[in-house]
Antibody
């Protein structure tokens, strides 16, 4: 059974760093893209970026790329993908989902979501 | 960036009714269009991939159609458990994008 299990909710202060995780199981982790999707409170879904663990090829949405934004990575030895921030802002408060990106097209399996709250 | 516009934003419907949700792309995306269901406080579930292919385990009352710029998700004989927000997603060009969502309320 394909499963993506995300790390637990986080409460952080502005300026702090954070790394959240997404552990895949039940399939060959290195053979599928993993994507990250943001959902701000009461809002819709936003595609942030994807990584192919097999060769670490990473693509970002321009909305999330650039200095001070996010970094997507993966550790194949533990079948885990990561989303990290070096300096959080209040506007990063959101639910973050990881999902398996079959053939780089549809997201066929989703994690349960990680709620990130950034508040002073 | 390709913009996906869904309509309606909200619909209140009765059980057994037929529901149609549309998704329009700002440029042609072939059949690279997928539909998801998000129930309150739950993660998303894939319903339809490549515009018209049902994902494994999805009830047969869900179907999709369209190509190019205009797509439709149809729910035949709506059930109470279908109360959710539905999103379309294009994978034709990076960055991928989602529609703004359509919330279905069951009367």
């Amino acid at each position: 059974e394909v499963q993506l299990v995300q790390s637990g909710a986080e409460v952080k202060k502005p300026g702090e760093s954070l790394k959240i995780s997404c552990k895949g199981s039940g399939y060959s982790f290195t053979n599928y893209w993993i994507g990250w999707v943001r959902q701000m409170p009461g809002k819709g879904l936003e595609w942030m970026g994807i990584i192919y663990p097999g060769d670490s090829d990473t693509r970002y949405s321009p909305s999330f790329q650039g200095q001070g934004q996010v970094t997507i990575s993966a550790d194949n030895s533990i079948s885990t993908a990561y989303l990290q921030w070096s300096s959080l802002k209040a506007s990063d408060t959101a639910m973050y989902y990881c999902a398996r990106h079959e053939e780089g097209d549809q997201f066929d399996y989703w994690g349960q979501g990680t709620l990130v709250t950034v508040s002073s | 960036e390709i913009v996906l516009t869904q309509s309606p934003d909200f619909q209140s419907v009765t059980p057994k009714e037929k529901v149609t949700i549309t998704c329009r792309a700002s440029q042609s995306i072939g059949s690279s269009l997928h539909w998801y269901q998000q129930k309150p406080d739950q993660s998303q579930k894939l319903l339809i991939k490549y515009a018209s292919q049902s994902f494994s385990g999805v009830p047969s009352r869900f179907s999709g159609s369209g190509s190019g710029t205009d797509f439709t998700l149809t729910i035949n004989s709506l059930e109470a458990e279908d109360a959710a927000t539905y999103y379309c997603h294009q994978s034709s060009r990076l960055p991928h994008t989602f529609g703004q969502g359509t919330k279905l309320e069951i009367k």
